[in-house]
């Protein structure tokens, strides 16, 4: 495999569940990003890895938990989400954290949503 | 804060009618401006990067201007499969790795 991939594609959960979100990439690169895409809203940044290391936790409310056990592993663990937290989550990866051509390669996205 | 706003939020072409997307911004110190490209049900898939006023890049049937102010992504002759919506960002000189997105411009061409 090649790229960015995003396992599940689909998640659909109730807010009392208790899920997780799993990227991996395959390209031999050093930070990992989260992004949340709602609908007709920019992507918004949610975590950032550098080399395993937290680097930046943008306000996010607890029930999201990040993970990154490698520098080729990210996950994000949710826990009684509100409906609001329905959207796209993107993982991005990038050869260096300060990538100054500000090119991100991103998966395709899993698809959440809160009942 | 650094702030990006594009517009039109859609647009409709007919194939081969060319149109330009607009990308304004505020930001204190301007690193890069980037353009990706994102089609449905896909991640975004990274275009150009723009670092200075006054520098362009191309590819294909798409060309990515920038003034101190805005950016504009041209696309000339569009066919189908430009249809995509096309984002914008930025990044400050005092971020080393945040992007601040558009909220994009969905772009339909038609046959």
């Known amino acids: 495999e090649t790229g960015v991939t995003q396992t599940p594609r689909h998640l659909v959960m109730g807010m009392t569940n208790k899920k997780s979100l799993k990227c991996e990439q395959h390209?031999?690169?050093?930070?990992m990003y989260w992004y949340k895409q709602s609908a007709k809203k920019p992507l918004e940044l949610m975590f950032v890895?550098?080399?395993?290391?937290?680097?930046e936790n943008n306000s996010v409310p607890s029930r999201f938990s990040p993970e990154c056990p490698n520098s080729s592993h990210l996950f994000l663990h949710l826990h009684t989400l509100q409906p609001e937290d329905s959207a796209l989550y993107l993982c991005?990866?990038?050869?260096?954290?300060?990538?100054?051509?500000?090119?991100?390669?991103f998966g395709e996205g899993s698809r959440l949503t809160v009942l | 804060e650094d702030q990006v706003t594009q517009s039109p939020e859609a647009l409709r072409l007919q194939e081969g009618e060319s149109s330009s997307l607009n990308c304004s911004y505020t930001v204190s110190g301007l690193r890069g401006l980037f353009w990706y490209r994102q089609d449905p049900g896909k991640g975004p898939e990274f275009l150009f990067t723009l670092y200075s006023a006054g520098e362009e890049k191309e590819k294909e049937r798409l060309k990515a201007t920038l003034t101190k102010k805005e950016s504009f992504l041209h696309i000339t002759a569009p066919k189908p499969e430009d249809s995509a919506t096309y984002l914008c960002?930025?990044?400050?000189?005092?971020?080393?790795?945040?992007?601040?997105f558009g909220a994009g411009t969905t772009v339909t061409v038609r046959a």
């Open positions: 390209l031999g690169h050093n930070a």
């Open positions: 991005a990866s990038s050869q260096e954290l300060a990538s100054y051509t500000g090119e991100l390669f």
């Open positions: 960002a930025v990044q400050a000189n005092s971020n080393d790795y945040k992007l601040s």
């Open positions: 890895y550098s080399l395993e290391e937290r680097v």
